[in-house]
């Protein structure tokens, strides 16, 4: 626009001139004189705004600069803050490595000392005796268990009429139940057998169906139901019918059939339960005498 306007009183000034007169000679002078006032008054109204311009953007720069400075001098201060705490962490760390290790050493101490103490032991010649006694007696007691577990001991078992004699004669003890299926007495006998039969090895638990054994029920002069008969060596040793021995009741423990088998020979316990089971029987014959 400013080309076009100096364009534009260019050629004014050329027309004042192109008349020929004083006057318009004048005129044209004076309008070329204003026109390059006026184009310096631009020229320093640019040259001002550039520079301002300059001024601030080098002020922008400046404070830019400064902020980034602070952030890196916050930043470093976060590393030192950092570095310390991981230097805390790895002297704990140290420090509980350190109990591991000495917690450790004192187990493996312990362990050596108790080892040490155990070979004393063993080397000691009474403690060498016992344990060569010991052994013995275990490996008997293993070999018998072996040999009554092979001839049907253990095991609360029924037998047929045609296998009555072998079981009986094959064992030295051996109790045998002649039981009724539908007798609610024989159940109860069974139960208790088949405790015992478990509990002592040395005697051979059996139970034969009365029903299918007439043969031996005749022999035998079994006339009642639940009968038990001790054999010992193949011969009758003793017998029980029904629950008189038993205290007369149905629900009597274990341990007072096992008392009873006691006292016959078959079957061995400790005198305390001896004395155990006796007590529990008196005492309980006693309430049923006062009811």
Known sequence: MLGQHQQTSKNDA???KAKGGAADILNAVNMEVT???LMDNVKGELEQTAKAEYKDKLAEW????????????????????????????KQKRLDDLQKKCVASARKLWRQQHRQR??????????????????????????????????????EYREITEEEFLK??????????????????????VDKHLKILAQKHLSCKWLTLDAEKAPFFIAKLAVRMLPTVIVFKDGVVCEQFEGFDEMGGKDDFRTEVMELWFSKVGCVKIKAKDAKKALEGSESEKDSDEDD
Do not use: N
């Not at 009474?126 to 577990?149: I, K, M, P």
């Open 14 to 16: 050329s027309g004042f």
């Open 35 to 37: 026109q390059e006032a």
């Open 62 to 89: 400046e404070s830019a600069q400064k902020k980034a400075q602070i952030a890196e001098k916050d930043e470093y201060d976060d590393l030192d803050e950092d570095d310390d705490f991981m230097e805390q962490m």
């Open 117 to 154: 103490r155990a070979r004393a032991h063993v080397l000691c010649p009474s403690t060498v005796c016992g344990s060569r006694s010991r052994s013995r007696d275990c490996r008997h007691r293993y070999a018998l268990e072996r040999q009554f577990h092979a001839a049907g001991h253990g």
């Open 167 to 188: 079981e009986v004669c094959g064992s030295q003890w051996v109790v045998v139940h002649f039981h009724h299926r539908e007798f609610f007495r024989c159940k109860i």
